[in-house]
């Protein structure tokens, strides 16, 4: 077992578990959607994204680009609540909330298609 | 190309994930830690606020403490983190920082550069592999010459040396194991502008290497290569190297030369020498008598049996025969410095010496005792450094043999002008009178310095003139280009060696020899020549001027003019305007 696949392996799977986490509910429900857990879905991307900085493998490279596809989603999600919150909005109307929960669904699909390279990488691996 | 970054992106990997993790513990902390309002009502500080602080925080701007002025938990928090993701920034500053002065970063980046440079050269360039005495003195003459060479070495010092050495185009120079396909890839070896791969380093494994090398990735090439060993030279012949110079052997072949035609022997320096160095003298080695040859090394092996099959005595001295091999019967043991060892080998009554062993000092050594037990002898030295040039000079051998510069010479000859190479082939076939005229000839034209050589080709881009001539039905001479073109009685100090037509070679071409488009000349003479036999293959005017010594109208209006008036003026006047 190699621990650093562990880590890996779980920081990608985390991504997509808390994305899910935060994107379910109602969309337009404020109430379904807490703006804590969208904090912790941007943290573990970032480190995901990290993590999977320098691998030369064609794998690899795709992985990269699904992990920064997911951190563009959550940023522009991230800059709406910020914006509807602190830059003089109306707070979280049901509008701003349902753009912010589908801005995070398609980090989620992004992040669905991570998880299942992950997993072809590793059933080809057969070790 | 990636290599850059993606040894960016790794190591940046653990500074990047430290920053995350300090950010996001600072920002939680203020998130979950209450503050009051001046009002005194407890608030919670929202994530973008949280984030807003921890970022100017970190980086240590510092704005204050927004949007109200913190409690003193909060205050103890922002302390703790406030260390905290200061060091995190050093640490991935310094981790940059120590990346951008990283020798292997470096050389990846130079390597990224250099390979993006070779990808861009358009012109036709040759790939020297060693960048030591032979690779330094190949590269310069062919530069001199206007052609291109890119250089790789394993020795960044070496390579160093190229911008130091003020050459007349820029070499690109990498400093890499040349014995690496990636390296000789990367130094254009597939490149299609790459001519000929020359392999000069000191070591005969890495010659063979970088040659089988270049004959597997890139079949069509030339592939020249240094070999001090027959072994070698029949390894590398196996898989079709295109020329193999061993020093030795040229050597040994040169003097076979100036034993029997001696005339064809300094008609050969003469030609292949480097431009305006001085002329050499002929020399006569004797041909009959005893030859002493001190050292048994690879030259003094090759000198041995050169001299033995000539017919000569021969008497070996060497100190280390366990290392260098027995040597014929008779041979004495020592060094050769002196007297005694080399009285012993019967110097008194011998006709030439052979100072041949690998330490420069010791061959001037035993030049100098040899000159005083007999003062007439035949002297041929054997140079290993470069640097020793003023004493090897000073003490005035019959024969100098300097590894690098017969190297040098040859691959030069072979590389810049082909057709002395044939030339020399051709020749060899005459016998020594005909070269004894050739040399006269020569040295009719030029002073004292080595003349000119020059390969021209009579095509139709650059010998308009002849393409009209061509056109207009009329057949030019090799006799009339060879004209002055501004006082067409004086012909130019120029000889044709050689001319090439369809895969046949003429030698020595007579002056009334017809010249087609598609020729190749070769032709030796003074510098200055060349510009004018240019002047004469390009322009049309020039060149009906040597033909006829008629000046020709060169605008339309006035050829016009002169044609309607023809029949009255016979152009008698026009050639007046020459004078």
């Given amino acids: ?127 | 190309m990636d290599n850059i970054v993606f040894l960016f992106l790794r190591r940046m990997r653990q500074p990047l994930l430290t920053l995350i993790a300090v950010y996001t513990v600072a920002i939680l902390g203020l998130i979950l830690i209450p503050g009051e309002d001046p009002q005194g009502n407890t608030w919670y500080m929202s994530i973008f606020h949280a984030f807003y602080f921890v970022s100017f925080m970190s980086t240590t701007i510092g704005f204050g403490e927004i949007p109200y002025a913190f409690t003193d938990t909060q205050r103890l928090w922002v302390t703790v983190s406030l260390y905290t993701a200061v060091v995190a920034w050093i640490y991935a500053l310094g981790t940059i920082l120590s990346l951008v002065q990283d020798k292997t970063f470096q050389r990846a980046l130079a390597e990224r550069s250099f390979a993006r440079r070779i990808s861009r050269l358009r012109e036709p360039f040759y790939l020297i592999c060693g960048y030591g005495e032979t690779g330094q003195t190949l590269v310069r003459a062919l530069t001199d010459r206007g052609q291109h060479a890119v250089v790789i070495d394993r020795s960044e010092q070496r390579t160093n040396l190229i911008q130091l050495q003020n050459l007349r185009d820029h070499v690109p120079a990498l400093s890499a194991d040349a014995r690496k396909p990636l390296h000789l890839q990367e130094a254009g070896l597939p490149h299609p502008a790459c001519s000929a791969v020359v392999a000069v380093t000191d070591d005969n494994e890495t010659n063979l290497k970088i040659a089988i090398t270049s004959k597997l990735l890139h079949p069509d090439i030339k592939v020249i290569c240094r070999a001090d060993s027959r072994d070698v030279e029949a390894n590398l012949a196996s898989f079709g190297t295109d020329h193999i110079v061993d020093p030795f052997d040229t050597f040994s072949m040169y003097l076979g030369t100036a034993f029997h035609t001696p005339c064809l022997y300094l008609l050969q320096r003469w030609l292949g020498g480097e431009e305006n160095t001085q002329l050499e003298d002929p020399v006569y080695p004797p041909r009959e008598g005893l030859w002493v040859i001190c050292g048994y090394g690879r030259f003094g092996k090759a000198m041995t049996s050169r001299l033995t099959k000539e017919g000569l005595q021969v008497k070996v001295i060497e100190a280390r025969p366990d290392i260098t091999g027995e040597p014929p019967e008779g041979w004495v043991k020592g060094v050769g410095t002196e007297a005694e060892t080399l009285l012993e080998a019967g110097l008194d009554r011998a006709v030439g010496i052979v100072a041949g062993t690998d330490d420069d000092t010791d061959n001037l050594s035993i030049v100098m005792t040899a000159r005083d037990v007999a003062p007439d002898v035949f002297v041929v030295v054997r140079q290993n450094h470069s640097e020793n040039q003023a004493i090897i000079d000073a003490v005035n051998a019959d024969m100098v043999m300097h590894p690098s510069v017969i190297i040098a010479d040859r691959i030069r000859v072979m590389l810049a002008t082909p057709m002395l190479h044939q030339f020399s082939f051709l020749a060899m076939h005459q016998d020594d009178s005909w070269a004894c005229e050739l040399i006269s000839r020569i040295s009719a034209l030029v002073n004292t310095k080595v003349p000119a050589l020059e390969e021209l080709l009579i095509d139709r881009e650059l010998s308009e003139a002849i393409c009209e001539a061509e056109k207009a039905g009329e057949q030019v001479k090799l006799g009339e280009v060879l004209r002055d073109p501004w006082f067409r009685d004086r012909s130019l100090p120029a000889i044709v060696l050689l001319v090439e037509r369809d895969g046949e070679y003429l030698l020595l071409p007579e002056e009334d020899t017809d010249l087609f488009i598609g020729d190749r000349l070769l032709v030796v003479g003074a510098k200055r020549v060349f510009s004018r036999l240019q002047w004469n293959l390009c322009h049309g005017a020039a060149l009906e001027y040597v033909r006829t010594g008629q000046v020709q109208s060169q605008a339309w209006f006035w050829r016009k003019l002169k044609r309607s008036s023809g029949d009255r003026d016979d152009g008698s006047d026009t050639a007046g305007d020459k004078e």
């Fill in chain 1, 1 to 127: 077992m190699n621990p650093e696949k562990v880590v890996f392996g779980f920081f990608i799977v985390l991504a997509l578990t808390l994305n899910f986490g935060f994107f379910v509910g109602e969309i337009d429900n404020p109430d379904h959607h807490h703006v804590y857990e969208l904090f912790a879905v941007v943290v573990v991307n970032l480190i995901a994204t990290v993590l999977k900085f320098g691998d030369r493998s064609q794998m690899g490279a795709v992985l990269l680009a699904t992990s920064l596809v997911a951190n563009l989603q959550l940023l522009a999600a991230s800059i709406v609540w910020v914006v509807a919150v602190h830059g003089g909005g109306d707070g979280l109307t049901p509008t701003v909330t349902a753009s912010i929960v589908s801005l995070s669904g398609g980090a989620l699909l992004a992040n669905v298609i991570s998880v299942v390279l992950l997993i072809i990488e590793t059933v080809m691996l057969r070790r």
